[in-house]
């Protein structure tokens, strides 16, 4: 090989990591744009999703003829594609609710959004509505028997009724709905200091119903 050659590819392997968003796929990317967009305990409209990613990889999702014009279609497309668990089940959510990451998107995201060599990485802060509702379920859970149970070290003769209680969900929150629900508690409260532990561990008894 020749010295033209090999600094050729040498360049071309250079500007595959220093480009901004050339790393990520279109559904990693969305999934990213809910995550700065604070969809780990919120959902997020669909159009949000399409002005942040556009900002995250300009000119990605955005149509040929037009290209100052984001496709929303695309956007919808990969928002759809990030729900499916063969490709890795990064989002729950429709286009009328809005989207919020799964657990494995938020793993992901927060694994990989330094990756993005982008001006503004800032994540969307929480709202007083948000923070209100967060110290409001913490308040509620702290004084529950499954918490009372899990400080005396009594976690294992926690009841399914009383993880239930827990989350605030019973047998007619069931399938998906009850998926959402663990989620956006999961998501809020995975890494709290004081409920991290029992929320990850109940929620594995009471997922499936």
Same mark, same amino acid.
């Given at each position: ?7 050729? /590819?040498?360049?071309?392997? !250079?500007?595959?990591?220093?480009? #901004?968003?050339?790393?990520? +796929? ?13 969809? #780990?305990?919120?959902? /997020? ?25 984001? !496709? ?27 989207? /919020?990451? +799964? ?16 001006? !503004? ?13 967060? !110290? ?28 239930? +209680? ?6 007619? /929150? ?11 508690? #999961? ?23």
């Amino acid at each position: 090989m020749n010295f033209k050659k090999t600094e050729n /590819i040498l360049k071309l392997k !250079n500007n595959r990591h220093s480009n #901004d968003s050339a790393i990520f +796929s279109n559904i990693e990317l969305v999934t990213i744009a809910v995550y700065l967009l604070g969809g #780990d305990s919120k959902y /997020i409209d669909t159009e949000d999703i399409a002005i942040k990613v556009n900002e995250l990889a300009p000119g990605r999702f955005t149509w040929r003829k037009y290209p100052d014009q984001i !496709n929303i279609d695309n956007v919808r497309k990969r928002l759809s594609d990030a729900k499916n668990p063969q490709k890795g089940e990064y989002l729950l959510g429709s286009f009328k609710q809005g989207w /919020i990451l +799964s657990k494995m998107g938020l793993k992901f995201s927060r694994k990989r959004v330094k990756d993005l060599k982008v001006a !503004n990485l800032e994540r969307t802060p929480l709202t007083r509505k948000e923070i209100v509702w967060r !110290n409001r379920e913490k308040t509620r859970m702290l004084p529950s028997k499954a918490y009372e149970k899990y400080t005396t070290n009594k976690i294992k003769s926690i009841t399914p009724q009383e993880a239930e +209680s827990f989350f605030r969900i019973d047998d007619y /929150i069931t399938g998906k709905a009850r998926e959402r629900k663990l989620t956006l508690i #999961d998501n809020s409260f995975g890494s709290d200091r004081d409920l991290g532990k029992l929320v990850k561990k109940l929620a594995k008894k009471v997922k499936r119903k």
